[in-house]
């Protein structure tokens, strides 16, 4: 199995507002803090790769205390000249956020380029308070989603200047300088919490399918439509195409891991993910179909999971290095997850780093038999 | 009063649409959460007038219709509904959303409309306004934002919480998004154009609306429609068809006299 270091870069505090996203004042926001917490994270991020991590994962949130990178590819370019071997995975750009989309194209370019071809790509349409904070349509977001990717793939692999002329993108040149050096393209990933549209239209093009913080028998679920749509397809999936992201805390012994993952993973969920209820269901953003399906399970807010329901679903990983073993098993053996993303807080920055120190020795060497396998051969373009 | 319902077809746009009363035709243009809501409001205009109560497509009980992209397209929409009930002329009444969509087709077509009657309508760019962002609000907050008597309120509360009363509002909200999430709640051509409108028209406005503020909205409707009166009611928010409902439904019925046929 292949490790990603996941980074969110959140603002860590505790406040009694009704919202962490959209609504949450920036007065909260300290930027001497913001100094020390970047700083201090890119250095995790800068370890993992010298600890063995595969690679190193950003993403895009907007106007919250959950995660303070509104330009992931800003991350990325500084990780691209810091690094030397671990994938870039950048998960992912908001595209339907964007008014164009083709700079997105031209970054993620610039980014390959620079890294010597190491850059991963995720599509993603924002979560849903994300069309609050940027004032984008929600009623938009998967046409917009599905056009700009079109776009940008096309940018990437056909030769230019041609025309583009969509419903909500149009321009008489497309021609991005510099082009990507992978080939054809940067590899593509759809992080995503398992809308079945999402799941067909991942499959039909190869592009890894990333279950972001999501309960175990979901994921067991949403891998299984994955792979049975890849095989109407016509093609069996690889195991690189069924990735995973999900928080670990490990300790020397298992009360230790317990209290960081009680109070440092469940911050996430409880303060992290705090959302004023409108900011779950702009109008629109959901299909009808998916909206029942929602409705039908009624999932429990992540602001309202208690630790015990977050730990018997499988929302969190955590215990001493040999129970961590165990559990990763689960993603390894059962659900034959090909990549593990995973963030770590241990509170503070000597504690972090000891905690993925102890993950890089006593963890990761167990679920090395394919060290030598390249996980972005064949797929994900 | 019997209160017919049918569904039709406007070309090729299916419907649900109440009809009941005598009279002179009166179209009524519901706003968000009012589809199919025949209230003690219509029930006195049928008194005096045959009242067309369409639902907009993706509201109440008319299937979504998603070629419906911009506000001009239910202005449209309405002209085809004229053209497939064959009236030539009516009486306009719009309320909040409705009367944004009245005033779109009034700019348009200002003499098929006997009279013109918006009720705290929105759609417009106010100078020194910004309307409060409703689609971030909980029911709690647009019910305060929406009335200035709460229990007026009741009158559109949803039956349920079952699935299939969620997606309806979901779709509803989804069909009102699609028109009106940014440029939230206007379209930045519309107000220029109310001065094309030449119906005799009435602006009714509730003296506590917090969504779009009696100062300075109702006085820029009045200045850019020319010769529009004004009414305002004393007890009411955003909604007085559903606050006053008679005083509102004698000020439109007065305004139209529909004893005197056309005005």
Redesign the interface.
């Known amino acids: 199995m292949k490790f990603y270091y996941f980074h969110l870069m959140p603002y860590v505090m505790d406040h009694d507002e009704p919202s962490s996203w959209v609504t949450l004042s920036n007065r909260y926001y300290d930027p001497k803090v913001g100094q020390q917490l970047y700083n201090q994270y890119l250095d995790q991020l800068e370890y993992a790769e010298k600890l063995g991590w595969d690679g190193l994962c950003v993403n895009e949130h907007h106007q919250n205390c959950y995660g303070t990178m509104p330009s992931p590819n800003v991350m990325a370019a500084m990780l691209a000249r810091r690094t030397s071997r671990a994938k870039l995975a950048i998960l992912g750009n908001g595209l339907p956020l964007r008014e164009n989309p083709l700079r997105i194209a031209e970054e993620i370019a610039m980014l390959d380029v620079v890294s010597g071809g190491r850059v991963i790509s995720g599509f993603v349409r924002g979560i849903s308070a994300e069309y609050f904070s940027t004032a984008m349509n929600p009623t938009h977001s998967r046409e917009r989603f599905y056009e700009a990717a079109e776009l940008i793939l096309r940018a990437w692999t056909e030769e230019g200047p041609f025309p583009f002329d969509g419903k909500y993108y149009r321009y008489p040149y497309v021609n991005p300088w510099p082009r990507p050096l992978q080939k054809p393209h940067p590899p593509v990933w759809c992080p995503s919490q398992g809308s079945s549209e999402t799941v067909e239209w991942a499959a039909k093009r190869r592009f890894p399918y990333l279950m972001v913080f999501t309960p175990i028998k979901r994921i067991a679920q949403i891998y299984g439509e994955y792979r049975e749509a890849c095989e109407r397809y016509g093609y069996t999936a690889s195991r690189y195409q069924l990735t995973v992201n999900v928080p670990i805390a490990v300790a020397p012994t298992d009360a230790k891991a317990r209290e960081l993952a009680q109070k440092h993973v469940m911050w996430v969920f409880n303060v992290g993910l705090r959302m004023h209820p409108p900011f779950w269901r702009p109008p629109g953003y959901l299909t009808e179909a998916s909206l029942r399906r929602l409705l039908a399970t009624s999932p429990k807010l992540p602001s309202e999971l208690t630790f015990e329901e977050a730990d018997r679903e499988g929302y969190l990983v955590y215990g001493s290095p040999a129970t961590v073993r165990d559990k990763l098993r689960v993603f390894s053996d059962e659900l034959r997850a090909g990549i593990l993303c995973s963030g770590m807080s241990g509170g503070s920055r000597e504690e972090t780093l000891e905690m993925m120190e102890l993950f890089a020795r006593e963890v990761m060497p167990h679920f090395r038999e394919d060290a030598h396998v390249d996980e972005t051969a064949g797929v994900g373009r | 009063m019997t209160v017919e319902r049918r569904e039709l077809s406007v070309r090729g746009t299916p419907i649900h649409l109440l009809t009941a009363g005598a009279g002179p035709a009166l179209l009524f243009l519901h706003g968000a959460g009012g589809a199919g809501r025949w209230l003690p409001f219509q029930e006195r205009l049928a008194k005096s007038f045959t009242v067309y109560f369409p639902s907009h497509p993706g509201h109440g009980g008319s299937p979504d219709a998603s070629w419906i992209e911009h506000i001009s397209d239910l202005a449209f929409h309405y002209l085809d509904l004229l053209d497939e009930l064959g009236l030539d002329r009516v009486h306009l009444v719009g309320a909040s959303f409705g009367g944004w969509i009245g005033a779109e087709l009034a700019t348009m077509v200002s003499h098929r409309l006997q009279s013109l009657v918006l009720i705290d309508p929105v759609g417009i760019k106010v100078d020194g306004w910004i309307y409060p962002?409703l689609?971030?609000?909980?029911v709690p907050e647009v019910v305060a934002t929406v009335f200035h008597n709460p229990m007026a309120a009741l009158a559109l509360a949803p039956p349920d919480q079952s699935?299939e009363t969620?997606?309806l509002q979901?779709?509803q909200?989804?069909a009102?998004?699609?028109v009106s999430?940014?440029p939230?709640l206007y379209d930045p051509l519309l107000r220029r154009r109310l001065a094309r409108i030449t119906a005799p028209t009435l602006v009714c406005w509730g003296a506590h609306d917090r969504l779009a503020p009696l100062v300075p909205c109702s006085e820029t409707w009045r200045k850019e429609i020319p010769g529009a009166r004004l009414q305002v009611f004393a007890d009411s928010g955003h909604v007085p068809h559903l606050e006053e409902p008679a005083a509102v439904a004698e000020a439109v019925i007065d305004f139209c006299r529909p004893e005197t046929g056309a005005r």
């Not at chain 2, 689609?135 to 909980?138: A, E, K, L, Q, V």
């Open positions: 962002f689609f971030g609000m909980d699935i969620l997606a979901y779709r909200g989804a009102l998004a699609r999430w940014n939230y």
